[in-house]
C-alpha cells in the first residue's frame, strides 16, 4: 500500500542524503524557502493535519499561535520522547527516514519563525540518535542548516537532547523542563507552550511522525494529501504490532482503515 511517509507503506531500512534527494527530498524545502513563511501554515492547515502525539490538536492552528504570540526568540521541539508501551513509530521514523523528518523540522521552524529547534529524542534510542546525528551532518554540509541556508534570510540550528526514559518525560511541558535541565515533570497549564514555553518564550512542541508529514504537504499540496484518510482525519498514521501477530512490525496505513485489515492483511492474523 503506497503510504505518505514510507514510499511503500512500511519501513524498509535507512535512507541516506542521496537516496531521499533521488525521489524529492528538500525539494518541499527549496519551494518554501523562496516564498512567505505563512504559506507552509497555510499548506498543512489546508492538507488538515493533526498532531500524531495523541492530542490530535490541527498543526496549522498551533503554529499560527505559536507564530503570533509576542516575545522572541521563538522556538521548536520536536518531541521523540515516546516511551508508550509497544509503541516504536517515532523510532523507526528517526531511524529509517532521517532526513524526511529533518527537512520537516526545517520547514515547520521557517513556518513559526524559530532559529533554534532542540530535538528531545528518548535517551534509549542510541540508534536513532546515531542516524539523526549523521543526516543533521549531512544537512549542515549541504546547506540545508545553518547561517543563511540556501541563500536566504533565513538561518537555522538544531541541538539533541536525550529524553529520560520514563513515560511521563515525554509530556510536551515536562520536555520542556529537561530542555532547560530540570526534572522530568509536567508545568500547570495554561499558559501553554504556544505562548509560555522554552525558556519563557513561544514554543511549538510537535511530535516525531507530525512533523515527517509537513515535507510530502508541502511539495504536493494539501489536496493530494486529503486522497489519503478521511475528512475528518486526513493522510496516514503509523501503527506498531507486537509478536503477538504472525507478522510484527510497523505499518503505516491511512485513516478510516478498518482495524480487521491491519490485524490480519498486515499482521497476518493473531499466533
Not at 475528512?231 to 501503527?239: E, H, K, L, N, Q
Amino acid at each position: 500500500m503506497e503510504g505518505v511517509l514510507f514510499p511503500h507503506g512500511v519501513a524498509n531500512g535507512r535512507e541516506g542524503l542521496k537516496e531521499y534527494r533521488a525521489r524529492g527530498g528538500y525539494e518541499a524545502l527549496l519551494k518554501a524557502i523562496k516564498a512567505p513563511a505563512d504559506n507552509v501554515i497555510k499548506s498543512v492547515a489546508d492538507a488538515g493535519l493533526r498532531g500524531r502525539g495523541g492530542a490530535g490538536f490541527p498543526t496549522g492552528k498551533k503554529w499560527q499561535f505559536t507564530r503570533e504570540a509576542p516575545g522572541e526568540p521563538r522556538y521548536l521541539v520536536l518531541n521523540g520522547g515516546e516511551d508508550e508501551p509497544g509503541s516504536k513509530k517515532d523510532r523507526v521514523l528517526l531511524e529509517n527516514l532521517p532526513h524526511l523528518v529533518i527537512e520537516g523540522t526545517i520547514l515547520s521552524a521557517y513556518a513559526i519563525g524559530a532559529m533554534k529547534v532542540y530535538f528531545y529524542i528518548n535517551a534509549n534510542y542510541e540508534l536513532a540518535t546515531k542516524s539523526i546525528n549523521d543526516a543533521l551532518a549531512e544537512a549542515r554540509v549541504a546547506g540545508y542548516l545553518g547561517e543563511n541556508l540556501l541563500g536566504s534570510n533565513f538561518s537555522l540550528d538544531i541541538e539533541v537532547v536525550p529524553a529520560p526514559h520514563n513515560y511521563v518525560a515525554g509530556e510536551d511541558t515536562a520536555a520542556l523542563e529537561v530542555i532547560e535541565g530540570r526534572k522530568a515533570w509536567p508545568r500547570q497549564k495554561p499558559p501553554f507552550p504556544v505562548t509560555v514555553g522554552l525558556f519563557g518564550k513561544p514554543t511549538s512542541v510537535n511530535n516525531v511522525e507530525t512533523l515527517a508529514n509537513v515535507a510530502p504537504i508541502v511539495l504536493h499540496g494539501a489536496e493530494w494529501y486529503r486522497k489519503f484518510g478521511t475528512a475528518d482525519s486526513p493522510g496516514t498514521m503509523i501503527f506498531s504490532l507486537d509478536d503477538t501477530v504472525n507478522r510484527p512490525g510497523v505499518y503505516e496505513l491511512a485513516f478510516g482503515t478498518p482495524l480487521r485489515y491491519l490485524i490480519e492483511e498486515c499482521g497476518g492474523g493473531m499466533r
